[in-house]
Each structure stands twice: as C-alpha cells, then as structure tokens.
C-alpha cells in the first residue's frame, strides 16, 4: 500500500487533462482502497490465450456416489443395446449388415479443434472487481477530454487467480492483487484501463521503448489454411504486446516482431497454438537504420592504425585498392555555401535550356551573386582559415 502511494503520484502526473479525473478516483488509488464503495480501476498489461479446456469451468469435476452410479447404469444399458444389436445383425446376413450398418450407425465425429481464449492479465489498484459487474474499458488513446471516444462497457464474466500455469476461478477481486479476467475479448487488443467510472483515467498510454523492425511475411503451405492463418494472426497480435501484424495492399500478411528469438517464438505459437496449420515465412528483412552523434561519443577504433570515416576497397585480383575518407565540412564553409547558393545555382546556367535560363536570369539579377572567380577565392579564404588539412584543398 505505501509503494502504491508513492508510484501513483508518478503515475498521475503523465495523465492528459488530470483536472477532469474524478478526486475520489485519485484518492482511491493513493489509499489501495479495497471496498465496494472505491472506484474500480484496474490496468490490463496483456491479454494471454489459454486453451480453453485448461479453464476451471471445463475441467473435470469430482463425482459423487450417486452421480457414479448413475453413469454406470447408463454405460451398461448402452452395451447390452450394442449387444443386441450384433446378434440381430448376424441372423439377418451379410447384406442385412451393411444396410443396418448404414442406418444405426452414426458416424464417427470429427475431431473438434481445440479453442483458444484470450485472458487478460491485470494489476487493480483500488475497489473491489466481482463477476457479472459492468465496467467501463479506456484504450491507449484515451482521453477524459473525449470520454466517448476509445471506450466501451463490458461485463466480467470471469475472474481468475494466476498461480503460474494454472488458473483458479473467484468470484471478485480486492484491490492489490493481480488476476486474470475474462470478458474482454474483442475489447482490448493488447493493453487498457478498466474503470466503474466516466470520466476515467488512462492508465495503458505507455510507449515501447523501441518499435520492432524485423519484418516477415508469411502464408499458409495449402492455401485452403488461409481463414486459419487469419485468425491466428489476430489472436498472436492481442496475445503478444510486442508484436505487429500487417496486411500489405497486395493481400500479403506481414508480422513485425521485435528480433529473430521473438520471431522464432511467434512463428511457433501460430504453428502450434493460434493457427495450427503448417505456414511458410520468408526470410527476415530488417530496415537499415543510422544516426548522427559527436565524435567523442563514438566507438573507439578497433584498428588504431586508421583513421575514422576511412574505408579501404581492394579489387579482386588485389592489384589495385583504393582508400575513401568523409568527413564533415567545417561549420564556417558549410555557412559560405548555403549563403552563397545562389551564385552556385548561376554556374550551371550553361547546362540549361533557354527557358530555365531566361528564368533564372531574371531571378538572380534581382540578388547579389558571386562570380566563380569570386566565390572561389572566398572558399580558398575559408579554408585556409580552418588550418590544418583543409588548406590547399581548393583545387580538389
């Protein structure tokens, strides 16, 4: 309760327009108030995909005696009528078989795909969360500027404790605890708010450190697996905070995954869990990506025999190589040439038509320009001020 109190004034002080947040939902959360009267503010972090047989309302459930024996008496009538059934079959002969065969037995069930469904995982920090309540849910993009605008009213259908892989059913939640809760599917897509109130606040406006890059497209090995495909993509992208799914103009479904271990692991979940087909992946494509910083903050040379910015190229055979250097232009000569592009324009009016040159004649006799003798001898001059190996490389 004393952490909450602290990390909820940090939490409070990003929220847009906090002056239209309910007080008392503020002063609940600073007091982790856990009774019915407390506002019900609760952060879904991520929504997790639980085969749904694993649920506690589908899982086996103790018999008593009676029931025992009830469902005994059932699975002996059902074996004396097979019985009875086989010896009429066999007085009748072989062809009186294959019609009774025909008529009384049903054929054998297909197996049934086993259900994904999507459990959210949530932090509550003050009221108290029961099954059947109606809540209000806030995404990402929430404001209570707007309150009609990313936001819907759900019903908690079911709440859960989370002891590691397994899930126990409850009937509410007090503030303080993390649960699962069921009925959010369709609601939330990866993380949001739940509130008793509107106005609420905006507890899911969190930006990821970095976006992911690593982009693969992916189809299904037998194209009838498309539709499977689909809806596994929709359950990895709600399952999986980190990951993005993308449908390109052409049709082509593309995911973006945060590095190659994420995407090995995204690819398993849609071939085991989510779509259970066999899928095909190109391969990776990552975007070249770079950045400009000081050279005291850079990486200190591995070789200290070169010099930075210096590349070597060498032709096959190795008989000819050839050194490029860049570096930045000094600040004073980058200044000369953006005060002087006009007279640089004006050296090129031999290459161009009669037109354009008519044109920028026009324009430069407006402003002053530079001869090339003089804007050459003004570069030599800035040069030569920075000293160094900038001198005597006018000609160059």
């Not at 085969?51 to 589908?58: A, N, W």
């Not at 009221?127 to 995404?139: D, S």
């Amino acid at each position: 309760m004393q952490a909450q109190t602290e990390r909820t004034n940090l939490i409070l002080e990003n929220q847009p327009r906090r002056d239209l947040i309910p007080k008392q939902l503020e002063q609940a959360m600073k007091a982790c108030d856990s009774s019915d009267e407390a506002p019900v503010v609760a952060y879904v972090s991520k929504m997790v995909a639980v085969p749904e047989k694993e649920l506690p309302r589908s899982k086996a459930q103790t018999l008593t005696a009676e029931e025992m024996r009830a469902r005994a008496a059932e699975a002996r009538r059902a074996r004396l009528e097979a019985t009875n059934i086989e010896s009429v079959t066999q007085a009748l002969g072989e062809t009186t078989i294959n019609e009774a065969t025909e008529q009384n037995v049903e054929a054998e069930p297909e197996p049934e795909v086993e259900k994904e469904v999507l459990i959210g995982v949530a932090r509550l920090y003050s009221g108290t969360v029961h099954v059947g309540q109606e809540l209000h849910i806030y995404g990402p993009k929430y404001s209570p500027e707007h309150p009609d605008e990313y936001h819907e009213v759900v019903t908690i259908t079911n709440l859960y404790l989370i002891m590691g892989r397994e899930l126990i059913a409850l009937d509410s939640v007090p503030a303080g605890n993390v649960f699962g809760i069921n009925g959010l599917e369709g609601k939330i897509l990866k993380n949001g708010t739940v509130c008793s109130v509107n106005p609420g606040i905006n507890l899911a406006g969190v930006q990821l450190g970095s976006a992911p890059i690593v982009r693969v497209a992916l189809e299904p090995v037998w194209p009838a697996d498309l539709p499977k495909l689909v809806e596994g993509l929709r359950l990895l992208n709600q399952a999986d905070s980190c990951v993005q799914v993308l449908v390109q103009d052409s049709g082509e479904h593309v995911i973006l995954t945060a590095g190659e271990l994420h995407l090995e692991r995204c690819l398993n979940d849609l071939r085991e869990r989510f779509a259970k087909v066999e899928i095909s992946a190109s391969k990776p494509i990552v975007p070249f990506r770079e950045t400009i910083v000081k050279a005291p903050d850079m990486i200190a040379l591995k070789d200290t025999s070169t010099r930075r910015g210096t590349a070597t190229i060498t032709t096959p055979n190795g008989d000819v190589s050839v050194r490029i250097r860049t570096r930045p232009l000094p600040k004073a000569v980058t200044e000369y040439l953006l005060k002087h592009t006009e007279s640089m324009k004006n050296f090129l009016l031999d290459r161009r038509t009669s037109a354009e040159e008519d044109l920028a004649t026009e324009r430069l006799t407006m402003e002053k320009t530079l001869t090339l003798a003089e804007f050459k001898k003004g570069l030599e001059e800035v040069l030569e001020a920075e000293g160094g190996e900038w001198k005597s490389i006018i000609d160059r």
